[in-house]
């Protein structure tokens, strides 16, 4: 692993939540983005070398909305960035992690993630990814 990439947090309506992080951050999102595979619409922000994404559901059945109904807004993931996703994968798998993807799919910012399940990472989900430009060992 090689830093932690973003944190992401549950919100139930991005239009607010975007306004709140501007005047709190100091500054605006730089990419919102509707990611079909997790029924979400993500919006990142960049402070120096840390990002926020917020996630709000499009479906009422979506990871984000049973969240959101279960434990209310907050933060939902970390997530760290990863130099091979199927490496790392495979590393914690074989130290008795489980994932929740047996293999990556794409998700938002031009990534490929992979979740942990949270009942392995006490109680934390974990998100790895790897940017899609960084395949083939780029």
């Known amino acids: 692993m ?3 990439e973003h944190i992401g947090l549950a919100v139930k309506d991005v239009d607010f939540s975007e306004q709140l992080f ?3 951050l100091g500054v605006a999102s730089y990419k919102r983005e509707f990611v079909e595979s997790e029924n979400v619409i993500t919006s990142f922000f960049q402070v120096g070398d840390s990002k926020i994404e917020l996630l709000q559901a499009t479906n009422p ?3 984000i909305a049973k969240y959101i109904e279960k434990r ?3 933060m939902h993931h970390i997530a760290f960035e990863v130099k091979d996703i199927y490496a790392e994968m495979k590393r914690l798998e074989g ?3 489980t994932l ?3 293999i990556p799919k794409f998700g938002a910012d031009n990534k490929l993630v992979c979740f942990l399940h949270p009942k392995t990472t006490n109680g934390v989900l974990i998100e790895l990814c790897q940017a899609i430009e960084n395949m083939s060992g780029s």
């Open 95 to 97: 130290e008795g992690f």
């Open 61 to 63: 059945d979506s990871a």
């Open 100 to 102: 929740i993807n047996a």
């Open 72 to 74: 209310g807004e907050g």
């Open 2 to 4: 090689q830093k932690i």
């Open 22 to 24: 501007e005047k709190l």
